[in-house]
Structure formats: structure tokens, C-alpha cells
Nanobody, 117 residues
Framework: QVQLAESGGGWVQAGGSLRLSCAAS????????VAWYRQAPGKQRELVAS???????NYVVSVKDRFTISKDSARETVYLQMNSLKPEDTAVYYC???????????WGQGTQVTVSS
């Protein structure tokens, strides 16, 4: 059964914005480290941003000050707000939730983001 449901992918011109959503079912994000990864064709999957159970955030340097990861605990949803998008941001974006103490590592299905020049 799906535990992470992603939405919000699409295509946008350079300089535009998109907001990705990752909604949880049957889990509480407060217990997990939640992260967004991305993978472009021919490239390795890379960590883009993460948010811990206590709200601490981290970003890869290439998206710092452009992307914001946030969490709505009441809706059990994690967002990735992407502003000032560049063609190099084009990739499949994946939501991940990890709870190391219980050996849990959950992944969404991935959503395509395409940024045109």
C-alpha cells in the first residue's frame, strides 16, 4: 500500500516556480527524517533537501536560497517549494522518509520536473 503520495510535478520555464507535495499515510512524519532526492538522466540520484522530526533543514548547495523544504504536521505533508528554477533542475524528484531506529526507508513513486530554457 502507498505510504508516500507525491504530486506537483510538471513543466515550467526557467525562472518559474513549482511546489512539490509528499503526503503520508499510516505514518507520522514527526518520527522520520524526510528528504527530497532527484535524478536526472545519466546522473546519480542526489539529495536535494531534508527536514528532521524537530524541523531542522539542510540543502544541497546548488539549491540553497532557491528551494525551501517545509512540513505541515497537521496534514502529514512535506513540501518542496522550488523558485527561480533552472534547466539544470530538470529531473525526477523523489520523496523519502527514513526512520533508522526501525530500519524503515520509504520512497514515493517520483514526479517529473522539467525546466525549459
Amino acid at each position: 500500500q502507498v505510504q508516500l503520495a507525491e504530486s506537483g510535478g510538471g513543466w515550467v520555464q526557467a525562472g518559474g516556480s513549482l511546489r512539490l507535495s509528499c503526503a503520508a499515510s499510516r505514518i507520522s512524519f514527526s518520527l522520520f527524517l524526510v528528504a527530497w532526492y532527484r535524478q536526472a538522466p545519466g546522473k546519480q540520484r542526489e539529495l536535494v533537501a531534508s527536514i528532521s522530526g524537530d524541523g531542522r533543514t539542510n540543502y544541497v548547495v546548488s539549491v540553497k536560497d532557491r528551494f525551501t523544504i517545509s512540513k505541515d504536521s497537521a496534514r502529514e505533508t512535506v513540501y518542496l517549494q522550488m523558485n527561480s528554477l533552472k534547466p539544470e533542475d530538470t529531473a525526477v524528484y523523489y520523496c523519502n522518509a527514513k526512520r533508522s531506529s526501525h530500519a524503515l526507508d520509504l520512497w514515493g513513486q517520483g514526479t517529473q520536473v522539467t525546466v525549459s530554457s
